[in-house]
């Protein structure tokens, strides 16, 4: 049996994290807004021209973007705890389908991301990095409660 | 591997819930074991096997593609 899982109950708090980032990612898009906030950054390395250039930008207070810092947390524990949290009943075929759907998504995720990387270039990439670095945990999530769901369905039909 | 689980389970008159209980799994993997869907773990073929009394080879035995 695998060790590493969290309780049942962090299920559901990652299932409320998961919509709640996605929910941000939408508004933000939809209505074009960011979430400028003065954020504290270990490395600046923007310098404003009446600056010598040896000025030193580590921990600087600066007006940031944060909506992508946001998200990107949202998703990501979100995403582990929703992925990698007990079943009700955990047993051995449970951590079969949970681990199959692991592979599925590897595959999966870099079959996709080798497409992205021959079609797309440049700084248009960089999305493609952000999208990236969620998508396997989501396709994890969405193919082993698929799977989940499928052993139920053939539960009610024998 | 084939096993006779569903016979095994009618002559004791217990339904899947009652065995996964017995043996402490979910019912989905006793389902997916009598659709030889799954290969149990030794354990838990050993453990099907106490619960009814037998030997684990007369509930588990090799099918033709093992």
């Not at chain 1, 600087?60 to 973007?65: G, I, Q, R």
């Not at chain 1, 992925?83 to 199959?100: G, N, P, V």
């Not at chain 1, 797309?120 to 990439?125: H, P």
Request: hydrophobic share 50%; charged share 20%; with cysteine.
């Amino acid at each position: 049996m695998v060790k590493y899982l969290f309780p049942y109950k962090f299920k559901s708090v990652g299932i409320a994290l998961l919509s709640l980032g996605f929910s941000i990612i939408l508004i933000l898009f939809f209505t074009n807004t960011t979430l400028t906030i003065p954020f504290l950054k270990l490395y600046d390395s923007f310098m404003p021209l009446n600056e010598p250039v040896n000025k030193q930008h580590f921990f600087v207070f600066a007006n940031e973007d944060v909506s992508n810092e946001l998200t990107g947390i949202l998703m990501i524990i979100g995403g582990l705890l929703a992925t990698f949290s007990k079943e009700k009943k955990e047993d051995e075929y449970i951590t079969k389908l949970r681990l199959e759907s692991l592979v599925w998504a590897t595959f999966i995720n870099y079959g996709i991301l080798l497409l992205l990387i021959l079609t797309i270039y440049g700084l248009d990439f960089l999305y493609v990095m952000e999208v990236n670095l969620c998508t396997f945990l989501l396709l994890a999530f969405f193919r082993f409660n698929y799977l989940l769901l499928k052993t139920k369905k053939e539960l009610a039909n024998g | 591997m084939d096993n006779n689980l569903r016979v095994e389970r009618a002559i004791l008159k217990i339904t899947q819930e009652d065995l996964a209980k017995q043996v402490g799994v979910s019912r989905q993997t006793i389902n997916a074991i009598e659709l030889n869907k799954y290969v149990p773990s030794t354990v838990l073929a050993l453990k099907i096997a106490k619960y009814f009394q037998k030997k684990v080879e007369e509930i588990f035995y090799l099918s033709e593609e093992d």
